[in-house]
């Protein structure tokens, strides 16, 4: 009962996913049957052709009787094709229909997840979701649904045209038959629990493989090939047995209805032989009941191949709309409030949070931030820094406590207003696959070259861009490599061209060297001057000139001050200063 329901709810829901499309499915479906009914009257026809041609043996063979039959099948199969042909027209544009507006669902879904979904998440299912299942399901509506009416029609008229023919016959063929139901029935409940287990593997499998992918650098550092290799062999493993059992049992199925549909031909021959024998049918019922034998058969045969495609889809259609009801951000397009001019006063105020219940990284942080200071956020890894600079984004939501900008609390605004008011530079760099004039102005419009030739020029990019083949129409990708410096040199010239009015830097010069990270700097301090900044860094050299620096530990402000202030407090902050000079 419990597998049953579980199958029926999805399958609920992908049938309401569908409702718009419903008229073209439903033309389809009628033209499906129509093509269905004209198959079921071909082998009436064909009995009257060899009764036609029986009768010419003890006498003159009516050729025109027997053209004019002739004639009449070759339109009615040619009718048949028709409507074939335009029933799979409608159905593959439906049913690609359906799958663009899936995969553009779960790719605006992924704009309104929380990030703390994606915390306990991997990438790598979420991509199975918009991928493996959705052409499951697309397969399943391309061919199944199309199969399953013509296939039914097919089946009803069959049903039909054998009872009008012999009803003898028709019960003894039935009966045979229902073995083989009852067979496909059972194997479609055991398979069903493989299938989601099949596609829950595929997403895990996927998840491991992208972040092999992203950390060969590291695996092959660490000499960890044979650990990464031993960890894919136990999910690949595990993905193998779940695929092999639910293919397995689905697969019994059309072996299961051809051995029914061989029993069937048994049947009427045999009994059908001895009813000829005793004269109570004709030698042309016998004919016309072995074609209707066939399209009794053929579509118990598609039946089955339709169920072994619903398992899967199923399966994935259950994966794709758990997604889609995940919990999303709070609606708010009623939100109207922004910062018309932005002056840059930020203030915490007892701020807590948590990324998960019960388990809290910022406990009481309140600080408030005057227009143009230089803030600078110190302290060791787990202190929270990071943390603080996503609450600011609104990247997570404050569980207490309110965080202002210009006196406005940021949850009156809406997130893309909050966060259009920073440039930002994270510490993971981000380059994605399109020419350097795209990743250096991304999603700025009207950006001339000679802005971009001032960015790079100020962060020490302008002898990269003069050896690439095109400059700034250079495409990035794996033949045009950048080194990690490089990578976070580009991130803070996007971030430049921005042009904010509040920026962030989380440890922007991490990656570059002393002589780049000293140009960086000067570019750094031209682009803080008048910004509102937050920095957070390791280097402690770079935060000298700072207005006010945060020391943090276990999500509280313990010390706060001036560089040589702190100093000479000789508390926290003078140990991890002292600690970057100690010689080992």
């Not at 083989?180 to 996927?206: D, T, V």
């Amino acid at each position: 009962m419990n597998r049953s329901k579980s199958a029926v709810r999805p399958l609920k829901e992908l049938l309401r996913y569908c409702r718009r499309y419903l008229p073209a499915i439903l033309v389809s479906l009628a033209l499906g049957g129509a093509g269905a009914v004209f198959s079921v009257i071909g082998p009436d026809k064909i009995a009257d052709m060899v009764s036609a041609i029986e009768r010419g043996l003890s006498g003159t063979v009516d050729l025109r009787e027997i053209g004019q039959i002739g004639a009449f099948l070759a339109v009615l199969y040619l009718l048949g094709w028709i409507f074939g042909y335009a029933q799979q027209f409608i159905l593959t544009t439906v049913t690609q229909r359906v799958s663009q507006r899936l995969r553009t669902e779960i790719s605006e879904k992924i704009n309104r997840m929380p990030l703390r979904y994606f915390d306990s998440t991997s990438f790598g299912d979420v991509l199975s979701r918009l991928t493996n299942d959705v052409d499951t399901i697309g397969q399943m509506l391309g061919s199944g649904i199309g199969t399953l009416v013509s296939s039914v029609t097919l089946l009803a008229g069959a049903l039909i045209m054998m009872f009008v023919t012999n009803a003898q016959l028709a019960f003894s063929a039935i009966l045979a038959s229902l073995v083989g139901f009852a067979f496909m029935i059972f194997l479609a409940g055991r398979s069903q629990k493989y299938f989601l287990a099949q596609q829950q593997a595929l997403g895990k499998i996927n998840g491991y493989i992208e972040e092999m992918f992203s950390g060969q650098q590291i695996i092959r550092a660490y000499n960890g090939e044979s650990a990464a290799q031993a960890a894919f062999h136990e999910l690949n493993a595990g993905l193998y047995d779940s695929a092999w059992k639910s293919r397995f049992l689905s697969g019994m199925m059309m072996p299961i209805m051809g051995l029914v549909g061989n029993l069937g031909y048994v049947v009427v021959c045999v009994l059908g032989a001895v009813m000829a024998a005793e004269g109570t049918i004709s030698f042309s019922v016998i004919v016309s009941f072995m074609l209707y034998i066939r399209l009794f058969t053929q579509p118990l045969s598609q039946i089955a191949q339709v169920f072994t495609s619903l398992q899967p889809a199923v399966a994935a259609s259950t994966r794709v709309f758990e997604f889609l009801h995940e919990e999303e951000l709070e609606d708010e397009r009623e939100k109207n409030k922004c910062l018309q001019s932005v002056q840059g006063n930020v203030e915490f105020d007892h701020v807590r949070f948590g990324y998960l219940p019960g388990k809290t990284v910022i406990h009481d942080f309140s600080i408030h931030v005057r227009a143009g200071q230089k803030v600078a956020i110190v302290g060791h890894t787990g202190a929270g820094k990071t943390t603080i600079v996503n609450l600011l984004m609104r990247f997570y939501e404050t569980e207490k406590g309110t965080i202002r900008i210009d006196g406005i609390p940021i949850w009156e605004m809406r997130r893309e207003s909050v966060r259009s008011l920073f440039c930002m530079v994270l510490q993971d760099t981000w380059i994605f696959e399109g020419t350097l004039r795209e990743n250096l102005a991304y999603c700025k419009e009207n950006v001339t070259d000679a802005q971009l030739d001032e960015v790079c020029r100020a962060v020490g990019l302008t002898h990269y861009v003069k050896t690439l083949p095109e400059g700034y129409d250079t495409v990035l990708n794996e033949q045009i490599s950048l080194s990690a410096g490089q990578r976070q040199l580009v991130t803070i010239a996007r971030a430049m061209i921005q042009d904010a009015p509040l920026l962030i830097l989380d440890e922007a010069t991490s990656s570059v060297d002393t002589k780049t990270e000293a140009a960086v700097q000067n570019a750094m301090n031209a682009l803080m001057d008048g910004r509102t900044s937050f920095i957070i860094a390791h280097r402690l050299s770079t935060i000298r000139n700072a207005d006010i620096i945060l020391v943090m530990k276990d999500g509280d402000i313990m010390e706060s001050g001036k560089h040589e202030q702190l100093l000479s407090q000789k508390g926290i902050y003078a140990e991890l200063y002292n600690s970057q000079f100690e010689i080992c």
